[in-house]
């Protein structure tokens, strides 16, 4: 069958069940409530002064019932200096445990050596944000049987909240923790910051453990993850690589291009209409999105405009635009470097949000319902202002659904800034190869070659206009990149579904297919 | 103006898109001797498929002392770009050699002679001690541009952030530039990453009347257009002074006075250039 915006969605598929397809941004939540019955928690209990810490990771494991179908989640605060996804894994393939599904907020290139476990059937199903690297590979490839399940970060809530993830095992790392299992990830010798990924898995996991490299003395502050909510307890050498945590990705670009698509995305917002007192703004990190900050910031300190909350992955540079006092607030469901965390210690107005208040559909406010401005980026992007930001060019997967289309489904000016052309390939088609947020979500493209607003918007391409903003229809400029890169061969894909794009609401957005010959 | 290396498609591609009022498509000092084929080959073939929008192009050949400077010639000149500019331009006779060149060219490949023009590139003492007989020479020179790096070489002189050694060659080009009505293009800032050094010198550039100023990185455009583009007041100014004027001269006065200051000729004319920089049709205000 096809899903509102023309994919075809099977009505079942083996190892998932029975799925609902697209019917719209927010066409189910028009109802107020969730039809799905939502799982209770867990209701545990601990003996006065019963000890939690354990000797090391396989021990703490060996006591949490670990079993043949269980179902293992993490966080990935520390981005691609993990270190504990991989020891969690190698020591339940240790054990000979099968059939795991592994439910992390998203995986990277730090996971490539959990390869050999999609392999040998030690994992054979995989819900997550965002998949890369080898793994990314492997899955466009087909090693698993049961496809890929990529939710968005509010989306991942409300999956727990349904019990279609019901995790048995959650492994927490932390960079600071007591022996109770009160852990934060805002300092430490890998302090990483937020801990907002990981509160719904230490509210819902039938176990928890939390690991640290940094055990403190009683209690640890500030209390992000809670101790009524913690299992057992386990002091590591090291929980990964904090050269890698820190990603760095909060260095303004000097890429000119990324620099010029960013000034013009600076304009669009400026001149959009919603560029006044009190606007809550949410850009991404690196590359032309946090360049859009940079602009922001300026004209913000021009015009005098004060802003009232920033959103989101947060680096140091939304950090400086809080202590100037451009903004009253940041919420901040994750934090990209060390100047952030410290914040998060020291400013009571940069507060730690979890992924449900960030952007889970399902309840009475997440914050990117109450956001004005967001800045997004893009894999591809085609004419009906549909965004891939899951698979490449090749059609292997290789980007992170992450808060892409919640924060587009929430905000009041979508803005998506990418290239119009990377290399030879382009990035605006007739078409993207995977759907992950919906053309109806997003108001403008900025490319360096021309901005698009879309048709639903003519109040804002008016405005635009009246602002001396060149706007072109964004059929004229995907002709035109194609004149520039020609037209690509089309990937050959096989029938079998080797990913499922799930929307934030839990319909079907999309289905990633097997790409044949990949090499 | 945006320098562009003549050997590297990717920033030839994207030349057209950064607001650049003109585009320097290089075949000179930025292409190592042995790429000089690859870059005239992949100038001639972006100049016939890539839409570089609203930018003027002008591409910089070799010197004709130089193996490839006829060679450039014959592959560029046919395309008609919006310009050629002519590095180390010293002296009338290298005009003439040039041009004749160029129209031989043009002659085979039945164009007019009227439509390409020349910057002529002074980056030498002599090109300066000529440089007023550069200028005047053929209506096809339109600009004089300076090159500051050749010609603080040519002086055995160090590079300095004030531009002692080259601000009298500066005004000299000016000077040539403006008794002839012709644009003078400023030399380049080298430090990409010093934007206060180079708005410095930029306004110092537009107060001795230089009309424009060289870039080797996108990100320099901005801060130059800023300088050079007149404010809101000015603009203001300049349209209050034109519009007075055309009332007072309807009336048969000449000179008038403005919030006290004397209004003549010379004021309105610098107000006419104003309006134009800022894109205002002054003639029907």
């Given at each position: 069958m096809k899903n509102v915006i023309g994919r075809n969605i099977p009505e079942y598929i083996n190892g998932i069940g029975k799925v609902e397809p697209f019917l719209g941004a927010w066409e189910k939540l028009k109802k107020g409530w969730m039809d799905e019955i939502t799982v209770p928690p867990p209701n545990k209990a601990k003996l006065p002064h019963q000890c939690k810490s354990c000797m090391d990771l396989r021990m703490a494991i060996e006591k949490t019932?670990?079993?043949?179908g269980m179902t293992v989640s993490f966080h990935h605060?520390?981005?691609?200096?993990?270190?504990i996804l991989v020891m969690t894994i190698d020591i339940l393939a240790q054990m000979g445990i099968k059939n795991i599904t592994l439910a992390s907020s998203s995986l990277n290139n730090?996971?490539?050596?959990?390869l050999k476990y999609l392999k040998d059937g030690t994992i054979t199903k995989i819900w997550t944000s965002g998949l890369r690297g080898e793994l990314g590979k492997a899955v466009s490839e087909g090693v698993l049987d049961v496809p890929v399940t990529i939710h968005s970060h509010g989306g991942r809530v409300r999956a727990i909240h349904t019990g279609k993830i019901q995790i048995d095992l959650a492994v927490i790392a932390a960079s600071a923790a007591d022996e109770e299992g009160?852990?934060?990830?805002?300092?430490?010798?890998?302090a990483f910051g937020s801990m907002g990924y990981a509160r719904i898995d230490s509210r819902y996991a039938k176990q928890v453990i939390i690991v640290t490299d940094n055990m403190v003395e009683y209690?640890?502050?500030?209390?992000?993850?809670?101790?009524?909510?913690?299992?057992y307890v386990v002091k590591v050498?090291?929980?990964?690589?904090a050269s890698k945590i820190?990603?760095?990705?909060?260095r303004i670009t000097k890429s000119p291009m990324d620099l010029r698509i960013a000034k013009l995305a600076a304009d669009v917002i400026e001149n959009?209409?919603?560029?006044?007192?009190g606007f809550s703004f949410q850009v991404g990190a690196g590359g032309a999105s946090l360049a859009v900050a940079k602009f922001i910031r300026e004209k913000m300190k021009k015009n005098g405009v004060k802003g009232s909350f920033l959103l989101g992955g947060v680096t140091s540079y939304g950090v400086d635009m809080l202590n100037e006092g451009l903004f009253r607030a940041i919420f901040d469901?994750?934090?990209?470097d060390a100047a952030v965390s410290s914040s998060i210690l020291?400013?009571?107005?940069n507060i730690e949000i979890s992924s449900g208040y960030y952007a889970?559909?399902?309840?009475?406010?997440?914050?990117t319902n109450k956001l004005d401005i967001v800045v997004l980026g893009a894999l591809e992007i085609d004419i009906d202002f549909n965004v891939n930001v899951i698979t490449g060019a090749d059609g292997i997967i290789r980007g992170a659904s992450g808060g892409h289309s919640d924060t587009a489904s929430g905000a009041n000016l979508t803005v998506v800034v990418c290239p119009s052309f990377r290399g030879r390939i382009?990035?605006?088609?007739?078409?993207?190869?995977?759907?992950?947020?919906?053309?109806?979500?997003?108001d403008v493209l900025v490319t360096e070659r021309g901005i698009c607003v879309n048709p639903k918007k003519p109040e804002l391409e008016e405005s635009l206009i009246k602002a001396g903003l060149k706007i072109k229809k964004i059929e004229d400029l995907q002709k035109e990149v194609e004149g520039i890169t020609g037209v690509e061969k089309p990937i050959e894909f096989t029938d079998k579904i080797v990913g499922i794009v799930e929307y934030r609401d839990g319909t079907i957005i999309d289905v990633i297919k097997q790409v044949k010959n990949a090499n | 103006m945006l320098y562009i290396p003549g050997n590297n498609p990717a920033m030839l591609q994207h030349?057209?898109?950064?607001?650049?009022?003109s585009l320097l498509l290089d075949l000179?000092?930025?292409?190592?001797l042995n790429q000089k084929d690859a870059a005239r080959i992949l100038v001639r073939n972006m100049l016939q498929t890539i839409d570089f929008y609203n930018s003027e192009v002008c591409v910089r050949i070799n010197?004709?002392?130089?193996?490839?400077g006829r060679e450039d010639l014959e592959e560029i000149v046919p395309l008609q770009p919006d310009a050629i500019r002519y590095p180390k331009t010293e002296s009338v006779e290298d005009l003439k050699k040039l041009l004749a060149i160029i129209e031989d060219i043009e002659n085979k490949h039945n164009?007019?002679?009227?439509k390409m023009t020349i910057h002529a590139m002074i980056e030498t003492a002599m090109g300066v001690q000529n440089v007023f007989d550069i200028a005047s020479f053929?209506?096809?020179?339109?600009a004089l541009t300076i090159g500051g790096q050749d010609l603080m070489a040519d002086m055995n002189i160090k590079n300095t952030k004030e531009g002692t050694g080259i601000d009298l060659a500066r005004k000299m080009i000016v000077m040539a530039a403006k008794a002839n009505g012709i644009d003078a293009i400023d030399t380049v800032?080298?430090?990409?990453?010093d934007e206060e050094g180079l708005k410095k010198e930029t306004e110092y550039a537009k107060n001795i009347g230089f009309s424009g100023k060289a870039v080797?990185?996108?990100?320099?455009i901005d801060i130059i257009h800023e300088v050079f583009t007149p404010t809101n007041e000015e603009v203001r100014k300049a349209y209050r002074i034109v519009k007075e004027f055309k009332r007072n001269k309807e009336a048969g006065i000449g000179v008038f006075a403005i919030e006290g200051k004397m209004i003549d000729a010379p004021v309105v004319a610098r107000a006419e250039y104003v309006l134009e920089l800022a894109g205002i049709d002054y003639k029907n205000i």
């Open positions: 019932n670990p079993h043949d605060h520390l981005r691609s200096g993990d270190n730090s996971h490539d050596s959990i009160n852990a934060t990830g805002a300092h430490g010798k890998s209690p640890c502050t500030p209390t992000s993850i809670q101790q009524h909510y913690v299992d050498d090291s929980i990964g690589d820190a990603s760095g990705t909060t959009s209409g919603m560029f006044t007192e469901v994750q934090s990209f020291k400013n009571r107005n889970n559909p399902y309840n009475c406010g997440c914050m382009p990035i605006i088609k007739k078409r993207v190869h995977t759907i992950v947020t919906p053309g109806e979500t997003v | 030349g057209g898109i950064y607001g650049a009022d000179e000092d930025a292409v190592a010197h004709l002392d130089t193996p490839f164009l007019p002679h009227d053929s209506n096809r020179v339109d800032f080298v430090d990409v990453n080797i990185n996108p990100r320099q």
